[in-house]
């Protein structure tokens, strides 16, 4: 069975039979069982015959333990459990039972240790990346005089560029599926798939991190919530030598599939409009920023607190609350942390004045004065959103002053759900008047974003124009 095909059947919430080796047990493979529940726990069910007495002691002494890698075989499949924790053991009989509770599972290979353990490249498949890019496997109905047109062999790769250590690439692959009589039914099948590789090979927890960054870039550009199921990966520790037509040979690198305790599997997905995005491939490609996910990839420490900010928490980009109006006044003052002074005034001038202003108070209350002029000089949150509109005054045909009381209404609820400061709770909003302000908040933080990633003025009027 392919391990792709063991990752969907437990996301059935099927349980698959297999045998284990626990570290406490090294020459006797245990039968047991892998599932997978609908709160994305994975848990690993063993059983081992022990006399009644070993299973009472085991029962009445449980404690929790912890084993770092459990190696096992699922229906003819190498498979390599990690960061296991005993969580229940039961005994009948001379029946022992224990669960675990499983942090990552890669199919495919066994690991006997993740120390020098690296990884090649990481890959995800995601239709919605067809629909991103428009880029399907057949051609455009209305390039071919008689419609239709198939590729029967062969993939369409779309470069996402390079930057640091990584480089990115869209491939859309497809195939011909027959019914058991051929006649009666051809139809055929894509998938898109996002290849990440690493020049210098990482560990598979480094390759990992880049996901959550993966998901929320594209949910962003796409306005859709995009849940990485699980992903699968390639490294020189698992690959096979095979010989060629010439006498010589060639690695190939046997693909393995990686679950890891937080990854959730999305709703089916049924299709999306570009319009209904906020970039799309095509975008990128004409502002020559194609490598953007790959920069976001290369600085995971300059985004990954940013990006998480720009998607609502829930993963619905229909759905509103307190917390996201939040997030998208919080990645405001992110966006312009990163891009804009961060001094009201310069520090030689707070430095005259601040000493100015402790020089005139009583010798007893300068200290706890001197405490509080400590951040006196940083940008308040109004002075940051009317920032940013003066900077894209122009290209949202607007002015700070024509946005003033939207400013104050941020401020004033911000600080009431932050702060629960009464005295501005008759001016904060609610209602559908929170929904417009998250509306306006979000829509300058994008534009914000796409500075961030490269655009220009001239691209970002094209951008809104069309």
């Known amino acids: 069975m392919s391990s792709d095909s063991i990752v969907e059947r437990l996301y059935r919430a099927e349980e698959i039979r297999g045998t284990w080796q626990l570290p406490d047990a090294h020459d006797t493979s245990l039968p047991g069982m892998l599932s997978l529940d609908?709160?994305?726990?994975?848990?690993?069910?063993?059983?081992?015959?022990?006399?009644?007495?070993?299973?009472?002691?085991?029962?009445?002494?449980?404690?929790?333990?912890?084993?770092?890698?459990i190696l096992g075989v699922l229906e003819g499949s190498f498979c390599t459990l990690q960061g296991l924790t005993l969580?229940?053991?039961?005994?009948?009989?001379?029946?022992?039972?224990?669960?675990?509770?499983?942090?990552?599972?890669?199919?495919?290979?066994?690991?006997?240790?993740?120390?020098?353990?690296?990884?090649?490249?990481?890959?995800?498949?995601?239709?919605i990346l067809m629909d991103w890019s428009k880029t399907s496997w057949c051609s455009d109905l209305?390039?071919?005089?008689?419609?239709?047109?198939?590729?029967?062999?062969?993939?369409?790769?779309?470069?996402?560029?390079?930057?640091?250590?990584?480089?990115?690439?869209?491939?859309?692959?497809?195939?011909?599926?027959?019914?058991?009589?051929?006649?009666?039914?051809?139809?055929?099948?894509?998938?898109?798939?996002?290849?990440?590789?690493?020049?210098?090979?990482?560990?598979?927890?480094?390759?990992?991190?880049?996901?959550?960054?993966?998901?929320?870039?594209?949910?962003?550009?796409?306005?859709?919530?995009?849940?990485?199921?699980?992903?699968?990966?390639?490294?020189?520790?698992?690959?096979?030598?095979?010989?060629?037509?010439?006498?010589?040979?060639?690695?190939?690198?046997?693909?393995?599939?990686?679950?890891?305790?937080?990854?959730?599997?999305?709703?089916?997905?049924?299709?999306?409009?570009?319009?209904?995005?906020?970039?799309?491939?095509?975008?990128?490609?004409?502002?020559?920023?194609?490598?953007?996910?790959?920069r976001i990839l290369a600085q995971p420490e300059e985004y990954d607190l940013l990006l998480p900010l720009l998607v609502p928490e829930t993963g619905s980009f229909h759905s509103y609350s307190k917390w996201r109006f939040l997030d998208a006044a919080q990645s405001l003052e992110y966006l312009h942390r990163r891009t804009s002074s961060n001094d009201v005034l310069s520090p030689e001038e707070f430095l005259v004045k601040r000493s100015r202003i402790l020089a005139a108070v009583a010798e007893e209350d300068r200290s706890w004065l001197t405490e509080r002029l400590q951040r006196s000089n940083e940008p308040s949150l109004l002075y940051r959103?009317?920032?940013?509109?003066?900077?894209?005054?122009?290209?949202l045909q607007t002015t700070v002053d024509q946005q003033s009381s939207f400013v104050k209404s941020v401020r004033d609820t911000r600080n009431v759900l932050i702060h629960l400061d009464s005295r501005r709770r008759n001016d904060a909003v609610n209602g559908l008047e929170l929904i417009n302000a998250t509306d306006k908040l979000e829509a300058l933080a994008r534009i914000s974003f796409l500075r961030e990633i490269g655009f220009d003025e001239q691209g970002l009027e094209k951008l809104f124009s069309t």
């Open 385 to 395: 959103i009317s920032s940013i509109i003066d900077t894209n005054a122009e290209l």
């Open 87 to 127: 969580i229940e053991t039961t005994s009948f009989g001379s029946l022992l039972t224990e669960v675990f509770f499983v942090s990552a599972a890669i199919f495919g290979v066994h690991i006997d240790s993740f120390t020098e353990f690296k990884v090649r490249n990481i890959t995800v498949s995601l239709p």
């Open 142 to 294: 209305n390039s071919h005089p008689k419609g239709l047109t198939l590729q029967p062999f062969g993939s369409r790769e779309l470069p996402l560029g390079k930057a640091g250590n990584i480089t990115g690439e869209i491939c859309v692959r497809g195939g011909f599926s027959f019914d058991v009589i051929p006649s009666r039914s051809l139809s055929m099948q894509q998938g898109s798939f996002l290849t990440i590789s690493f020049s210098e090979h990482v560990s598979l927890e480094d390759a990992r991190k880049t996901l959550p960054l993966i998901g929320e870039f594209l949910s962003l550009m796409t306005l859709s919530a995009i849940q990485i199921p699980f992903f699968s990966c390639t490294s020189e520790e698992a690959k096979d030598m095979l010989p060629t037509g010439d006498g010589q040979e060639k690695p190939y690198y046997r693909p393995m599939m990686v679950w890891y305790y937080g990854m959730t599997e999305g709703a089916p997905y049924s299709g999306l409009s570009c319009d209904d995005m906020l970039l799309t491939y095509v975008d990128l490609k004409e502002a020559n920023l194609v490598d953007a996910l790959v």
């Open 38 to 69: 609908r709160n994305g726990q994975m848990k690993l069910t063993v059983d081992r015959q022990v006399s009644f007495i070993e299973g009472m002691q085991s029962v009445l002494s449980f404690e929790r333990k912890s084993i770092p890698i």
